[in-house]
Nanobody
Framework: QVQLVESGGGLVQAGGSLRLSCAAS????????MGWFRQAPGSEREFVAR????????YYADSVKGRFTISRDNAKNTVYLQMTSLKPEDEAVYYC???????????????????WGQGTQVTVSS
């Protein structure tokens, strides 16, 4: 049974930082591309970042480029999202997801991902 468990969310002031973690089990972690998405109330789930291998260039949404960093540790079956310079518009539930298609995936689409975590809330106060 595949499980993705996010942690690290919470309340932070605008301009602050948080690091989200997503621990994976039940799958061959290194064989999956990992992504982060977020969903604010009343909005669709949107792409945030994606990483295939640690040695390749990650992908980011324009809204977070330069502020967020995605990384992975295959030895720990964990993917991270370091978020800095947080803004009120970053407030959302953040989800990690696993995609077995490494190359050629429509990686910005939620439909491309095979497994999802339950999400972790990030609240940014202004």
């Amino acid at each position: 049974q595949v499980q993705l468990v996010e942690s690290g969310g919470g309340l932070v002031q605008a301009g602050g930082s948080l690091r989200l973690s997503c621990a994976a089990s039940g799958l061959t972690f290194s064989s999956y591309a990992m992504g982060w998405f977020r969903q604010a109330p009343g909005s669709e789930r949107e792409f945030v970042a994606r990483i295939i291998w640690s040695t390749t260039t990650p992908y980011y949404a324009d809204s977070v480029k330069g502020r967020f960093t995605i990384s992975r540790d295959n030895a720990k079956n964990t993917v991270y999202l370091q978020m800095t310079s947080l803004k009120p518009e970053d407030e959302a539930v953040y989800y990690c997801a696993a995609d077995r298609t490494l190359i050629g995936s429509n990686y910005r689409s939620v439909r491309s991902y095979d497994y999802w975590g339950q999400g972790t809330q990030v609240t940014v106060s202004s």
